[in-house]
Every structure is written in structure tokens, then in C-alpha cells.
């Protein structure tokens, strides 16, 4: 058994030699900048700010042209016209819009309130034009002031809004006035107003009637619908400082 006394002899002297071998070096990797700590998180986790966002419906559209304007102009050619200047503007100034039609089309009354409600607007304005009057007619809903309600009825959703609606409609009146445009303010059941869940005016774009300050515009004058447009942006910003979600 001599050859097995040899062998576990040099097996052992094997693995002395491996057990007395350094273990390789272990490699290094380049140390980076430090990453600083993330910051605390504001507010409940997942939440967003409420965005501000207007809604533009232009009246009419299609087979429903609205009143004969200066020329036999349909009424449907002039808001979408308007709703299109006053989108583009808005846009320019960082707010995002919402158009219930970009096309020569009529949205139902409901498909028009839906787009608006489900927006979550902070401000919707419906678009009219007239050859009648002077100036900008602005109109509220005539629908009494009612609470808040979690779920209201949607034919009279406005009802919650009303006030809110008189504040932006003093908005709009005031940057009118400051554009030297005459402004007549009323009340009136516009649809879909009543069924908006939103701060929400009617505008109505007269012809402006000379006078001793203003000159005589026809409501189709180029300069003339972009002052009206400039002054109704102008009170949708100052709107986005006081609107309260």
C-alpha cells in the first residue's frame, strides 16, 4: 500500500500550496459624484395640480348656420372663425384649449357640454355672433345660484357655477372696456350653458357702431374681431391668477 501513502502525500501538498497562493485582487470600479438624496415629496403622493384649461365652443355649425350675418355671412362661419383666433391666441399665452368643433359640423347640445364637463375646464366660453347691437354682449345663466352638489342634475348643472360665472363674465367686461369695445351685459338660458359644470359666458360679437370714442367696424373687419380676441385672452389669463378650483 505503499503507492497510496505517496499519493496522499502529494495530494496534501497540493492543496497546501493552492491555500498559501494570495486570493486574486479584486478589482476596483471608478467612484462617481455623489447622488444627492431625492427631496422629500409634496403633498399626497400621485396627486396633480389642477390644470387650467378652457373650453371653446363656437356655436352653430353645419346645417344650422345661426342668424345672417353682414353680407348673408352665416353665423357658423364667424364663431368658428373667432374660436379659432381666440384658441390660437390662448395657445401663444401657455393655456391649453379645447374646441367642441373645428369643422363646419353640429355637435349635439349634449356632445357639446359633455366635452366641457369631462375636460375638467376652468373656463368655457360659447361663441355667438349678431348684426345687431354694438359691441360685445356678454350673458350669464339665468338658472339661480344653487350649492355645490356632488352630483347635480345635468340640465341644470350651471346652477352650481353661476357665481363664478358672473366673477369671469366681470373679467371679460372689464378688458373689453379697456379696449375701448362697448359691452352689454344679460342674463340668458344658452344652450348648453345650463348643463356646463364650469365657469361659463356666452360672448356675442356685434358690429361696433361709431361714436365719439369708438369708430364704426363691421363685425366682420379683420382688426376689429382680433381686439375683441386680444381683450378676451387677456381676461382668461387675469382669470387664470383668481380661478379657484
Same mark, same amino acid.
Given at each position: 500500500?505503499?503507492?497510496?501513502?505517496?499519493?496522499?502525500?502529494?495530494?496534501?501538498?497540493?492543496?497546501?500550496?493552492?491555500?498559501?497562493?494570495?486570493?486574486?485582487?479584486?478589482?476596483?470600479?471608478?467612484?462617481?459624484?455623489?447622488?444627492?438624496?431625492?427631496?422629500?415629496?409634496?403633498?399626497?403622493?400621485?396627486?396633480?395640480?389642477?390644470?387650467?384649461?378652457?373650453?371653446?365652443?363656437?356655436?352653430?355649425?353645419?346645417?344650422?348656420?345661426?342668424?345672417?350675418?353682414?353680407?348673408?355671412?352665416?353665423?357658423?362661419? $364667424? +364663431? *368658428? /372663425?373667432? #374660436?379659432?383666433?381666440?384658441?390660437?391666441?390662448?395657445? &401663444?399665452?401657455?393655456?391649453?384649449? =379645447?374646441?367642441?368643433?373645428?369643422?363646419?359640423?353640429?355637435?349635439?347640445?349634449?356632445?357639446?357640454?359633455?366635452?366641457?364637463?369631462?375636460?375638467?375646464?376652468?373656463?368655457?366660453?360659447?361663441?355667438?355672433?349678431?348684426?345687431?347691437?354694438?359691441?360685445?354682449?356678454?350673458?350669464?345663466?339665468?338658472?339661480?345660484?344653487?350649492?355645490?352638489?356632488?352630483?347635480?342634475?345635468?340640465?341644470?348643472?350651471?346652477?352650481?357655477?353661476?357665481?363664478?360665472?358672473?366673477?369671469?363674465?366681470?373679467?371679460?367686461?372689464?378688458?373689453?372696456?379697456?379696449?375701448?369695445?362697448? $359691452? +352689454? *351685459? /344679460?342674463? #340668458?338660458?344658452?344652450?348648453?350653458?345650463?348643463?356646463? &359644470?364650469?365657469?361659463?359666458?356666452? =360672448?356675442?360679437?356685434?358690429?361696433?357702431?361709431?361714436?365719439?370714442?369708438?369708430?364704426?367696424?363691421?363685425?366682420?373687419?379683420?382688426?376689429?374681431?382680433?381686439?375683441?380676441?386680444?381683450?378676451?385672452?387677456?381676461?382668461?389669463?387675469?382669470?387664470?391668477?383668481?380661478?379657484?378650483?
Amino acid at each position: 500500500m505503499r503507492w497510496i501513502e505517496v499519493a496522499s502525500a502529494l495530494a496534501f501538498a497540493v492543496i497546501a500550496a493552492e491555500a498559501q497562493q494570495a486570493p486574486p485582487p479584486v478589482q476596483q470600479l471608478p467612484q462617481g459624484p455623489a447622488v444627492p438624496a431625492l427631496p422629500a415629496p409634496v403633498g399626497p403622493p400621485g396627486v396633480q395640480p389642477p390644470r387650467f384649461l378652457v373650453v371653446i365652443d363656437a356655436a352653430h355649425g353645419g346645417s344650422d348656420i345661426g342668424a345672417r350675418i353682414e353680407s348673408g355671412v352665416p353665423e357658423k362661419d $364667424v +364663431t *368658428l /372663425g373667432l #374660436a379659432g383666433r381666440l384658441r390660437s391666441t390662448l395657445r &401663444a399665452r401657455g393655456v391649453d384649449v =379645447v374646441m367642441t368643433r373645428t369643422a363646419d359640423v353640429n355637435p349635439a347640445t349634449v356632445n357639446r357640454a359633455e366635452t366641457a364637463n369631462h375636460a375638467q375646464a376652468s373656463a368655457c366660453l360659447t361663441i355667438h355672433a349678431t348684426a345687431t347691437g354694438s359691441g360685445v354682449h356678454l350673458f350669464t345663466s339665468s338658472l339661480t345660484a344653487a350649492a355645490n352638489d356632488r352630483f347635480p342634475p345635468w340640465a341644470t348643472a350651471q346652477a352650481a357655477y353661476v357665481t363664478q360665472s358672473m366673477k369671469l363674465e366681470s373679467e371679460i367686461d372689464t378688458a373689453l372696456a379697456h379696449a375701448a369695445i362697448p $359691452v +352689454t *351685459l /344679460g342674463k #340668458a338660458s344658452v344652450a348648453p350653458m345650463d348643463a356646463v &359644470a364650469c365657469p361659463e359666458v356666452a =360672448v356675442e360679437l356685434a358690429p361696433l357702431v361709431g361714436g365719439h370714442v369708438t369708430s364704426a367696424k363691421a363685425l366682420t373687419d379683420v382688426s376689429y374681431q382680433k381686439t375683441v380676441v386680444d381683450a378676451v385672452a387677456a381676461a382668461l389669463e387675469q382669470w387664470r391668477s383668481d380661478w379657484k378650483p
